[in-house]
């Protein structure tokens, strides 16, 4: 049987390492096979955000396409398609009075909106839960 | 008797917090608990030979499982040979395998 890992996450994209740790932990449980549901909430839910853009590096003088800056929501859209590779659940939920407070609610394929009820099933139902607070 | 996973991230020379967190993994295994200390993105940093006490050493004389991300430990320039005595290297995915394994630890992350 499909075992299945919950994690919570809240810092904000482009702040700080704990984003691509959690999203790493998403990826290595994916790969073995696991289902794992991301319950995003406060800054967290605006790592799936639509409108992120890569840009160049003025500084630098490197063009976009140099620079190749990495942007959250491409790194999630990669764990959605590795899922599906896999053959394994990725469910990401963004909390919805989050997204209404941000206006973040244009977000990329695959995540859902929802809220803290669905976060108490999921913890009800799931193998672990993991909880990554913020500083 | 339980199963532990203790996830440190921050640097224990910047936070308070985190040798507080390592005499908490060495208390609980000081009481028969079986307990991995995992150190991720700046928590590594605690596990160089050179740097001054902050309990790890401690931890692991209590029984503690000591892990040190091997990423992050690359990211900071810090080599594996570079780390103290009685600390595994370990990849994301041995993090996975501890919070997954049977019996369901339980999982605190700093």
């Known amino acids: ?18 984003s691509t740790t959690a999203m790493r932990v998403i990826d290595a449980a994916l790969r073995k096979g696991i289902n794992v549901n991301v319950f ?20 630098h003088g490197t063009t976009v396409e ?19 590779e896999k053959a394994v659940k990725l469910d ?22 929802g809220g803290p009820p669905d976060l108490h099933k999921w913890v009800q139902e799931s193998d672990q839960t993991v909880v990554i607070p913020t500083k | ?31 028969g608990e079986k307990v991995t200390l995992f150190l991720v993105q700046n928590a590594v940093l605690a596990v160089r030979k050179g740097a001054k006490e902050n309990s790890i050493a401690a931890a692991i004389d209590r029984g503690v499982e000591v892990m040190a991300d091997s990423f992050s430990l690359r990211e900071r320039g810090v ?6 005595a009685g600390v595994r290297l370990a990849e994301i995915g041995d993090l996975v395998d501890q919070m997954m394994a049977d019996g369901v630890p339980k999982v605190l992350w700093h």
Request: proline share 8%; aromatic share 10%; with cysteine.
């Open chain 2, 79 to 84: 080599l594996a040979t570079e780390r103290r």
């Open chain 1, 1 to 18: 049987m499909t075992r299945t890992l919950t994690m919570s996450i809240m810092d904000p994209p482009y702040e700080t390492a704990t």
């Open chain 1, 66 to 84: 140099e620079e190749k800056h990495p942007t959250t929501k491409d790194l999630v859209a990669g764990l959605f398609d590795l899922a599906r």
């Open chain 1, 92 to 113: 990401w939920i963004n909390c919805g009075m989050c997204v209404d407070e941000r206006g973040a609610g244009n977000w990329i394929e695959g995540p859902r909106r």
């Open chain 1, 40 to 59: 995003a909430y406060e800054g967290a839910v605006s790592l799936t955000f639509k409108d992120q853009k890569p840009h160049p590096n003025p500084v």
């Open chain 2, 1 to 31: 008797m339980g199963d532990y996973v203790l996830v440190e991230s921050r640097d224990p020379f910047e936070s308070g917090d985190a040798p507080y967190f390592f005499k908490l993994a060495g208390d609980l295994a000081a009481r």
